[in-house]
């Protein structure tokens, strides 16, 4: 098509093309070796030395591995309670523990493996997204103990590490209940799969429990396997506005970071004490900025950090750690917050109907 | 079509017929589509399909996505194919979420077009510098540039009160948004106006409420950065087809080697068309973290590639690119109303009725074998909105890609893309 007629020309075009090759893949060797330095295994701080533990290597019987999930540490949710646990069990167990954050869904099976090689005793996979590669990996390396968070996986070495998100999700259905004026509620789920589901059937179950006449406003913000709905703020806020818009005066949002956009549509919708919002799995009040914190009634709170020690501990004082491990109110694995004082005046309540699901007279559902 | 060429010079010499314009063809289109929704709105009695909402919502979805069609049209008009705009999107956000957290929400806007364009202009080194293929330039900067963010943000944001390596800790400052006096019951100089709109909206008449609704939708706490957004696209128009930099910048796309005889420099085009490009794609980026308040990453989520579609669905205009974000922020926009699944309802008996109405119309033209597929769509629509009385909510999350299909689908008929765009040139190149 096209003839070039200087063949100097010609050179200096392939010799500028070898020079911009060499240069992007410099960049992309950067990038993805900034990625992989944060994430390659890091034995844990000097914790280990202070617990008595000389053994650095991770070839010990009590050497635990733990795959985050994408974000990794430093998202302020789940991912850092599942290394507080660790940094727990290194601290109090001297467990020799190692770290890995995938960059993308290729690599997780790879990650994990990875661990395994190391000679790690145990493998813990943070997130449900970790189902394939945890399977796979549990039968690959029958001597390996693994576990997954918020995920059944049905193999003898692994421990599935699930929480009763529904007991959870009904004390502040009833919180919201309790709170709210107008008769009408909100539900924001991130992705609607299964799991959100179970954060709808409680928040449902407790709100009517409450006020049986109460209308909850659903929304889902991606399906799967579209995930985007977790980190996409704008969306949450879009559907928080037009529940506030509908007359929901209190809305729960079970959406990873799109829930922070719920939060600022909060503060649009109305004065503080007159519309609320409610947060997940850790405590957001102590997330968001000041001018925000007066909207955030409380938090369903999902303790990863128990869960992850608790598993580490059994497996490291020789227990059978594997198989289900259903973390209820019960043993305080979920729960709500109180930071703020929006919640003290209902207390009681909630408190009470903690004591009933504990007692088994109330039966959360699971499905809406 | 033939009829109006064939017709205008004897019979309208003087006076050329407003009937047989394309502009009154565009308002005719216009109105029975009104009409349409308007008709769906009461049979299905679903107030929210055209309520201000609704239309607020889909201003709101469709911005950024617009912001990144108009990068990537000045991109291509200049000769470079811009794969890459997510990557400066994603660049837009990392550097807004750092800037609104420091400086404010303005020096977000400012600092998302500097971020977009750092990657323009890193990827401009690679097209058209070093004649890299454009489409792996692209794909390089869409693969490089989350990983930027992510080390800026654990560099930045870690430590800091509300901040995390996913998250910037929030702007300081909301940029604050417009209701336009008496129409939309803004404020004026303190003073609530009335809000006549929002009067004829709740009447729920036939047209009038739902024009109503729309315009409502489009003048009520519209915040600053989506009306530069609406400006931008006015003043991309006019420096494209009435400044001399424009001309050059689509000559470089259409003929380098002739601009380049006629002393136009290519390069220096291209270079400034992937500055521009970068600037856009990296403002939208910045729209989206003003909207929510801060950086989180991931936010970006494919708007960028929604957005070349809809420059596609566009033909290469900055007016069809913003009807194709303006139609798909609706769609979605729908989707993130309470009870989205009857609205989608609402839409499907909208489509029958347009379907019908098409039918109607090709059998009054005689065209009688395209009248009959169209009425097995049309009877496909019809039965779907009375099957589906609580949609599946998959066919609900599917809807604004499947109305961005059918529509560039539709469009892409008679579609032309500058003629040169994406191959990489050099002097002395023919």
Redesign the interface.
């Known amino acids: 098509m096209y003839h070039n007629h200087h063949p100097e020309g010609e050179n200096m075009i392939k010799s500028k093309k070898l020079l911009a090759i060499a240069a992007l893949a410099a960049l992309g060797l950067a990038a993805c070796g900034s990625d992989s330095s944060s994430s390659s295994s890091t034995d844990a701080p000097d914790t280990t030395e202070a617990a008595g533990t000389t053994d650095a290597t991770a070839t010990g019987d009590c050497a635990v591995g733990v795959v985050y999930d994408i974000t990794g540490r430093g998202d302020r949710s789940f991912n850092d309670a599942a290394g507080a646990g660790l940094d727990k069990a290194a601290a109090e167990l001297g467990v020799t523990a190692s770290e890995s954050t995938p960059t993308g869904d290729g690599d997780r099976a790879e990650r994990v493996q990875g661990l395994v090689d190391e000679g790690n005793g145990m493998v813990l996979g943070v997130g449900f997204l970790f189902g394939d590669a945890i399977t796979e990996a549990a039968a690959n390396n029958p001597d390996t103990t693994f576990a997954i968070v918020d995920s059944v996986v049905d193999a003898p070495n692994v421990a599935s590490l699930v929480f009763a998100e529904e007991q959870g999700s009904f004390l502040v259905g009833a919180a919201a209940a309790l709170k709210s004026t107008t008769g009408t509620i909100g539900f924001i789920g991130g992705v609607e799969n299964d799991l959100i589901k179970k954060f709808e059937a409680g928040y449902t179950a407790g709100a009517k429990q409450i006020n049986p006449d109460i209308e909850v406003l659903v929304n889902y913000i991606s399906q799967p396997p579209d995930f985007s709905g977790f980190s996409d703020p704008a969306r949450g806020k879009e559907i928080a506005a037009s529940q506030y818009e509908a007359g929901a005066d209190v809305i729960y949002s079970a959406a990873g970071g799109s829930g922070l956009g719920a939060f600022e549509a909060a503060a649009d919708a109305g004065a503080p004490g007159d519309v609320w919002a409610i947060g997940v799995d850790s405590d957001q009040y102590n997330l968001v900025s000041p001018e925000l914190q007066p909207y955030i009634l409380t938090s369903m709170l999902k303790k990863v950090d128990v869960a992850t020690f608790n598993t580490i501990k059994t497996f490291c004082e020789g227990g059978d750690a594997s198989g289900v491990q259903v973390f209820d109110l019960s043993v305080d694995g979920v729960g709500y917050s109180t930071t703020g004082g929006f919640v003290d005046d209902i207390a009681a309540q909630l408190d009470d109907l903690k004591a009933q699901i504990v007692a088994g007279d109330i039966v959360v559902p699971t499905a809406p | 079509m033939t009829a109006t060429i064939d017709a205008a010079p004897i019979e309208t010499a003087d006076r050329p017929s407003f009937l047989h314009s394309a502009r009154f063809r565009m308002l005719a289109i216009v109105v029975i589509g009104i009409g349409v929704m308007s008709a769906a709105r009461l049979i299905a009695d679903n107030p929210d399909i055209t309520s201000s909402?609704t239309f607020g919502?889909g201003l709101?979805?469709a911005a950024?996505i617009a912001l990144a069609g108009l990068a990537g049209l000045v991109a291509e008009r200049s000769g470079t194919v811009n794969i890459g705009i997510e990557g400066m999107m994603v660049m837009g956000t990392i550097f807004a979420g750092w800037w609104g957290w420091e400086f404010g929400p303005w020096m977000a806007l400012v600092g998302g077009i500097v971020g977009g364009m750092l990657a323009a202009l890193?990827m401009s080194?690679?097209t058209t510098?070093?004649?890299?293929n454009h489409i792996?330039?692209g794909v390089?900067i869409n693969?490089?540039a989350p990983?930027?963010a992510?080390?800026m943000a654990?560099e930045l944001f870690?430590g800091v009160?509300?901040g995390?390596?996913?998250?910037s800790?929030?702007n300081s400052g909301s940029i604050g948004a417009f209701t336009v006096p008496f129409l939309s019951g803004g404020d004026l100089f303190g003073w609530q106006s009335p809000d006549i709109l929002g009067k004829l909206e709740d009447t729920g008449w036939f047209m009038i409420a739902d024009i109503s609704g729309l315009a409502k939708g489009l003048t009520t706490a519209v915040t600053w950065d989506v009306v530069l957004t609406i400006a931008l696209f006015f003043g991309i128009s006019y420096l494209l087809w009435h400044m001399r930099l424009g001309l050059r910048l689509r000559f470089a796309g259409e003929r380098p080697s002739a601009a380049d005889s006629l002393g136009v420099s290519v390069h220096k085009m291209r270079w400034i068309g992937m500055a521009i490009s970068g600037g856009l794609a990296g403002m939208g980026g910045a729209v989206?973290v003003l909207?929510?308040?801060?950086y989180?990453?991931?936010?970006v989520?494919?708007r960028g590639f929604l957005g070349l579609a809809t420059m596609i669905f566009g033909n290469w205009m900055p007016a069809g690119t913003a009807i194709g974000a303006g139609l798909f922020g609706f769609a979605q926009?729908i989707t993130?109303?309470?009870?989205?699944g009857d609205l989608v309802r609402t839409l499907l008996l909208a489509a029958a009725i347009a379907l019908i109405l098409l039918v109607v119309w090709m059998l009054v033209q005689r065209n009688y074998a395209p009248a009959g597929t169209v009425t097995v769509f049309a009877v496909v629509a019809l039965w779907s909105y009375f099957a589906a009385q609580s949609p599946n909510?998959?066919l609900v999350?599917?809807t604004p890609y499947v109305v961005t299909l059918i529509a560039v689908s539709i469009g892409a008929q008679r579609l032309r893309p500058p003629a040169e765009e994406g191959?990489p040139w050099?002097?002395?190149?023919?």
Do not use: C, H
């Open positions: 909402g919502a709101r979805t950024p890193l080194l690679a510098t070093f004649g890299v792996v330039a390089a693969l490089i990983g930027i992510r080390f654990s870690v009160q509300g995390s390596v996913t998250s800790p929030g989206l909207f929510s308040n801060r989180l990453e991931n936010q989520s494919g926009g993130l109303r309470t009870g989205p909510n998959q999350f599917v191959i050099f002097k002395g190149m023919q």
